[in-house]
Each structure stands twice: as C-alpha cells, then as structure tokens.
C-alpha cells in the first residue's frame, strides 16, 4: 500500500503546505512542560505527552499533574512511554546528519549510499558518486534509506524477518524458532503483517480523521450560531427600543388627550357653576327687596291696613318661595378620565400582535386590569398577585402570556 496512511482521504482544509507540516512537527516535538525537544516522553492518562524530567518535576505525592490540562492522574498506572514521540524524535535526529564528505549538516535533499554506507548531500552526490567506479553504488534518499533498513534482533544479532502478534513483537528465525507451537501460529511474515497493522492503523486513522472533521463542523456550526446570537440580539434590541419609543410615543399622544380632556371637562363644569352662580346673585337682591319690602309694611301698617293687603303679600312671598331655583351644585367636582383603562387601550395594538388568534372578549377585560396595574405601579420588576400567586413577569407581553395561560386559551 501507499506508504502514507493520509493518501485518499478528504482532508480538505486540513492539509498544509511543506513549511506549515514542518512547522508543526517541530511543534510536536517540543514538551509542553519545558520547551524543549523531548527526551524519553511519557504519555499521560489524558493523552497529553511530557518528557521523563517533567514527569519527575510533575510528580507529587504519588500524583502527577499534567502542565497542559492540569488533569491529576497516578504515577503507577497512569504514565506509559510514548513511543510515537519517541520515533518521531529520533527520525528528527537522523535526518540532521551530516554529509559524509564535506560535513555540512541540516541540508535539504540528502541522500544516503547503502554501499559505502554513508550520507551524501546532492553536490557531493553530484560531484563524487557520479563517476564511473561509483556507479554499482546504490544511493537512495536519506528518509527511504532509514525506512527501508533492516531490523536486527537484538538477542540474536539475526535480521528480524516475522512478527508475533500475540507478544507484539518483532522476530528472527531464531526467535521464531523458540516460540511454542500455539505462538507460531500467530506470527506472520514482516510484509504480511505490515499489510495487516497498516490497514488497522489506516481506519483508526481515518476514524479519528471523521472525528477531527466532526470537531470543525461543529465549532463552525457553533460560531455560526455565535454570529447569529449577536445578530439576533441587536435585532432584539432594536425591537425592543422601537417598540419602548412607540409605546412611549402613544402613552405621549394619550397623555396629551387624557390632559386634553380633563381641561375640557373642567372648563364645562366651571362654565355650569358660574352660570348657577350668576342666576343666584341676580335671584339674592330681588328676594332681599321683597322681605325688606315686607318688614316695612309690618312695621307701618295699622292693623286695618294689615288685614287687608296681608292675604296678597302672603301669596306673592309663597310664589316666591316655591319658585325652582337650582340651590345645589348643577355637578360635582370630581373629574374622571379613567385613565388606567385608556392608558391600556392605548397600548394593545402595540402589545397585542401575537394573540391575534384569541378573543379580545375573554382576555381584554383581564388585560385591561395587569396593564393598568403595570402602569400605576412603582414596582418595576412586575410582582403581581394572581389568582393566589405570586407570578414574577417582566414584561406586559409576560403577563398577557401568563394570563392566556390562566384562562386556558391557547394561543
């Protein structure tokens, strides 16, 4: 198979260019607790990598707290040795050699001669290994010649030609050869289980490929929905001051109406009661002449003359009295606008949009009552009693709500 476990799969947006990969591996390849390239890295239980000095400066009382997440895990059982790093960190190693000829280190494009089994940079290739004795040499670059190079068995200095799946080791003939039968079983050729560990390592790869992928879904979705929240409430707040400036500008237009009112009403009862008032003291001197009239003929009159007249005096003083005069105020002082329930009026075509579906027969009544409330109220946060409960709602939307909800309407 293709040598990269990468090759075939959608990575669009997580590929990167030579000098980013570079970047990034360099990256990798620093400990998070000493930024320093690691030397014998540790994987922790939270999957974070530290280097085996850091381990021993992270260690306390049994525990070691990781320097990245500072997630506790125990010494024992919750450190193993990171062999991925550790490859990495020592492939890094070998690919900074130097050329075999004129010694020059970190130069792109290096090579590596299997038959003088040394490493050569592309002049010195170009210039030495390029004249005819050189030419049965094989020279290969330098990253195949480490891939392609045999491993030898440790016990038995024999080139390892098997792996053991069951002890997850490599083998020699030798080694093989030891093994129980059962264990034999179990083992296969280098190339057969490099085909066998490369197809499980490429769908764990790929699976957590998916995963990465699901990660950068959802951190869009969510910045997207992050975009649309401050979108939504600047739309929110926008609604909110127009619908505060048109409510106040229609509690403003019946403020001036209400006042408007009161101003004519009081101007009408003061005309009537001026009119009483002038009827009455254009009535006070006409009486007040007859009983001084009256008193002077009492007072003069002998007792002939006084029988004779008295019978048309007393009928013209009883005329008098019996006349209709409007002695009690023509109308009260008190003047009514009802102005909590005009105030609520004035405000339902503004509040009201969203219950066009229910009957302003069944709630308007009940409305009318929690926005007069709302309205004659100091207390702000909306704290009314309802049907014996104490219901906290902060807005007059809130309370038509809730009130529909009482009243079992759907709406």
Request: hydrophobic share 35%.
């Given at each position: 198979?293709d040598?990269?476990i990468?090759s075939?799969?959608?990575?669009e947006?997580f590929?990167?260019s ?12 620093l ?7 690691y030397?014998?890295?540790?994987l922790?239980?939270?999957c ?7 381990v021993?400066?992270c260690q306390?009382e049994r525990?070691?707290t990781?320097?990245?997440c500072?997630?506790r895990?125990a010494a024992?059982?919750g450190v193993r040795e ?5 490859h990495l ?13 004129c010694e020059k280190?970190n ?6 001669c299997e038959t003088?089994?040394?490493p050569l940079?592309?002049?010195c290739?170009?210039?030495v ?8 040499h094989t020279?290969?670059?330098?990253h ?14 024999e ?13 020699c003939?030798k080694?093989?050869n030891?093994l129980?039968t059962a264990?034999?079983?179990?083992c296969?050729d280098?190339e057969?289980?490099y085909?066998?560990?490369f197809?499980?390592l490429t ?5 957590l490929?998916q995963l990465?992928?699901s ?7 969510i910045n997207?929905?992050?975009e649309e929240?401050?979108s939504?409430?600047e739309t929110?707040?926008k609604?909110?001051e127009?619908?505060y400036?048109?409510l106040l500008d229609?509690l403003?237009n019946?403020?001036?109406a209400?006042?408007d009112a ?8 003061e005309?009537?009661?001026s009119e ?6 254009e009535t006070?001197p006409?009486?007040?002449a007859h009983i001084s009239t009256?008193q002077?003929?009492?007072?003069t009159?002998?007792?002939y ?5 008295s ?5 013209h003083?009883e005329w008098?009295r019996?006349?209709?005069y ?5 109308d009260?002082?008190?003047i009514e606008t009802n ?6 009026r ?13 009957s302003?027969?069944?709630v308007m009544?009940r409305?009318?009552f929690f926005?007069s409330?709302?309205?004659s109220?100091?207390d702000?946060r909306g704290?009314?009693m309802v049907?014996?409960k104490?219901?906290a ?6 309370f038509i709500?809730l009130l ?8």
């Open positions: 198979p040598n990269s990468m075939g799969l959608p990575l947006g590929l990167h030579d000098q980013e990969t570079q970047n990034q591996r360099n990256d990798i390849l400990c998070p607790g000493c930024n320093k390239e030397d014998k890295p540790y922790l239980r939270c974070h990598s530290i280097c085996a000095s850091c021993s400066l306390h525990l070691i990781c320097p990245v500072r997630r895990c024992e059982d990171d062999g991925l790093l550790a960190v020592e492939d890094r190693q070998k690919s900074e050699v130097e050329c075999a000829n280190k130069v792109p494009d290096m090579f590596f003088c089994s040394q940079c592309q002049s290739r170009a210039a290994h390029s004249t005819k004795m050189f030419t049965t020279v290969v670059p330098l195949n010649s480490f891939r392609n190079r045999q491993h030898i068995c440790d016990a038995h200095n080139p390892c030609v098997m792996f053991s799946s069951n002890h997850n080791r490599l083998l003939i080694c093989f030891e129980e264990d034999r079983c179990q296969a280098i057969t289980a085909h066998s560990s197809d499980v769908q764990s790869f790929k699976a490929q990465l992928q990660f950068g879904e959802s951190i869009s979705s997207k929905m992050v929240l401050h939504n409430a929110e707040k609604g909110i127009s619908l400036e048109s229609a403003e019946e403020k001036v209400l006042l009161v101003e004519r009403r009081r101007d009408n009862k005309k009537a009661f009483q008032l002038e009827s009455l003291r006070v006409h009486i007040e009256c002077n003929f009492t007072e009159a002998n007792k003359e006084l029988l004779h007249l019978h048309d005096i007393v009928g003083l008098l019996d006349q209709p409007q002695l009690t105020p023509v009260d002082s008190q102005m909590k329930e005009e105030f609520a004035c405000l339902q075509p503004l509040l009201m949009d969203n219950f066009t579906g229910v302003p027969l069944l009544p409305v009318n926005v409330q709302l309205l109220t100091a702000y704290r009314y049907d014996t104490i219901l709602c902060p807005s007059i939307q809130s709500c529909c909800q009482l009243e079992g309407i759907m709406l």
